[in-house]
């Protein structure tokens, strides 16, 4: 691996994986890989994990050296002896697939803890899609694991989401009450009589720019892509959301970010709030104002 930090500038587009194999010299397709999931390359200046990232002429990209121990390419938001919560970033699966078994934020946690404690564990608390930004929460016991998800519902006092959907015409505010199902190609959709989960999304429009709203989203239930499949429902999908009807993508993911997660600790009662900040594109489309009223 590098042995120091080394920029490179892109002089063609491509993707990420295509570019490192072309100038990281020396290094097997697995263990360029490796240099992404441990978050050992930057495009400009920013930590990169998707191998199938966009280049485009202009940026640069940098690889980083091996840091001793375990690193991690994301802020850890919040942490003590049961529980540890990060700001992960869109692209990053939460656990592990069928196809991808290492770049996950749950494989990334566990060698940052074990770096300093081999016999650390972590457990999965709740989920967020691969696309979305924004706040995870682990357990390190299997204890306060099923406390927290035993009485997740009623622990929890607030998930909140940052949502930029497409149209100018979505209302200020709203609230959608469904019942969830996933069809075979796991497109989760609005079903009719008492057919699936009953899913309930509350909202409101916190700005408005250009053909974009954005909103601030509240779940009451935590069913699979439920904003997702709400908001595209109501006519008006997440921006770069194409699985579920956006027509654009102004941010290059998936705009949306859980930025909020507020729940009652099992272990002594008192509130506990994460929050991740607002992420730079977010602040782009939406600047000044918009985050005073969030």
């Not at 920013?46 to 966009?54: H, L």
């Not at 060698?111 to 650390?120: F, K, Q, T």
């Not at 008492?194 to 250009?210: F, I, P, Q, S």
Request: aromatic share 8%.
């Amino acid at each position: 691996m590098t042995k120091k930090e080394i920029t490179y500038p892109v002089e063609a587009p491509g993707t990420l994986l295509e570019f490192l194999l072309a100038h990281v010299s020396g290094q097997s397709r697995n263990s360029v890989k490796h240099l992404l999931s441990r978050g050992q390359v930057l495009v400009d200046n920013r930590p990169q994990t998707r191998f199938d990232r966009a280049l485009t002429p202009g940026q640069t990209v940098t690889v980083l050296p091996q840091a001793k121990g375990a690193a991690l390419p994301f802020p850890v938001l919040y942490e003590d002896d049961g529980l540890i919560a990060i700001q992960k970033p869109a692209g990053l699966l939460s656990v592990a697939t069928e196809t991808e078994k290492y770049r996950t934020a749950y494989r990334m946690v566990t060698d940052y803890l074990r770096a300093r404690d081999p016999r650390a564990r972590i457990f999965i608390v709740h989920r967020l899609d691969r696309d979305t930004s924004g706040v995870l929460l682990f357990a390190k016991n299997e204890e306060l694991k099923h406390q927290l998800q035993d009485r997740w519902n009623a622990l929890v006092k607030k998930r909140g989401y940052w949502a930029v959907a497409e149209g100018a015409g979505l209302p200020d505010s709203g609230v959608c009450r469904t019942q969830l199902q996933e069809n075979r190609v796991h497109r989760v959709y609005s079903a009719r009589g008492d057919d699936g989960k009953e899913a309930v999304t509350r909202y409101h429009v916190l700005a408005r720019r250009n053909e974009y709203a954005l909103a601030d989203v509240e779940l009451e239930t935590g069913r699979k892509n439920q904003i997702r499949a709400h908001l595209s429902e109501l006519g008006h999908p997440v921006a770069g959301d194409k699985k579920y009807g956006a027509a654009s993508d102004p941010m290059g993911r998936l705009a949306l970010h859980a930025y909020v997660l507020s729940l009652t600790d099992p272990r002594n009662g008192k509130l506990l709030t994460l929050s991740s900040p607002p992420p730079e594109w977010f602040r782009r489309m939406f600047p000044g104002r918009a985050w005073k009223n969030a």
